[in-house]
């Protein structure tokens, strides 16, 4: 089975300081994209950041940056000058090869920021 | 306006009754999604549909059936809910691959419905 773990149920952090969270994966396909969806508690899932498999270059949007590391089916999700804002779940998903639009949810991260 | 919409919000219902829940979209896209989400498990795919003839069944489908009306429209019904169906339910919607500016795979979720089957 093609699964996705979030071993870390609830994380905290300081305001401005950074914080990473951990997802691992397993599958057998070789094309597969990851993704890590955010969900404050207003309950609305957005998405934060998208990575494809075939690229080795690391996905960066603004404060939020992931580590993939391919061989070691690892993709963590790193929050850089953390804000207040960014307390909520974070859900680290993924889509297999050609089961286009089926994704596949790890159990999500609850993170507390600390003013 | 928001761009998908989830009817009810919040529901309580007993077990036996039979319960639907409605998705409305106004992004335009042709697939949809519904979702449930529980404690330590994450979001679960019930169904999903790729355009108005076609309906498929996800991870967890038992107990749940579909409708998509329209396009913008895809309904989850619960024929005789049970108390483990008690939990938090998404719709989404996403854009075709391939169309330029797409994101590809990014879904687009409603606000959830929270169903406590009693």
């Known amino acids: 089975a093609q699964t996705v773990t979030q071993s870390q149920p609830e994380m905290s952090v300081q305001e401005a300081e950074t914080v990473t969270l951990s997802c691992t994966y397993d599958t057998s396909e070789s094309d597969y994209y990851l993704f890590w969806y955010k969900q404050p508690p207003s309950r609305q899932m957005i998405l934060v950041i998208r990575q494809e498999a075939y690229k080795q270059q690391n996905a960066t949007e603004n404060r939020f940056s992931v580590n993939f590391q391919k061989a070691a089916k690892s993709f963590s999700l790193k929050i850089s000058d953390s804000q207040l804002g960014d307390a909520a779940m974070y859900f680290c998903?993924?889509?297999?090869?050609?089961?286009?639009?089926?994704?596949?949810f790890g159990q999500g991260t609850i993170l507390t920021v600390h003013p | 306006d928001a761009d998908v919409t989830q009817t009810p919000r919040n529901r309580i219902t007993k077990t036996g009754k039979r319960i639907m829940l409605e998705c409305s979209q106004t992004?335009?896209?042709?697939?949809m999604y519904w979702y449930r989400q529980d404690p330590g498990l994450g979001l679960r795919l019930i169904y999903y549909s790729f355009d108005v003839k076609d309906i498929n069944k996800g991870e967890i489908s038992d107990g749940y059936s579909v409708s998509r009306q329209a396009q913008a429209k895809f309904s989850l019904s619960l024929e005789s809910a049970i108390p483990n169906q008690t939990a938090l339910y998404f719709c989404?919607?996403?854009?075709?691959?391939?169309?330029?500016?797409?994101?590809?795979?990014?879904?687009?979720f409603g606000p959830g419905t929270r169903l406590t089957v009693l």
């Open positions: 992004k335009g896209h042709d697939r």
């Open positions: 989404a919607t996403s854009d075709a691959p391939g169309l330029a500016g797409v994101v590809e795979d990014e879904q687009f």
């Open positions: 998903a993924s889509r297999w090869g050609t089961s286009y639009g089926k994704l596949t």
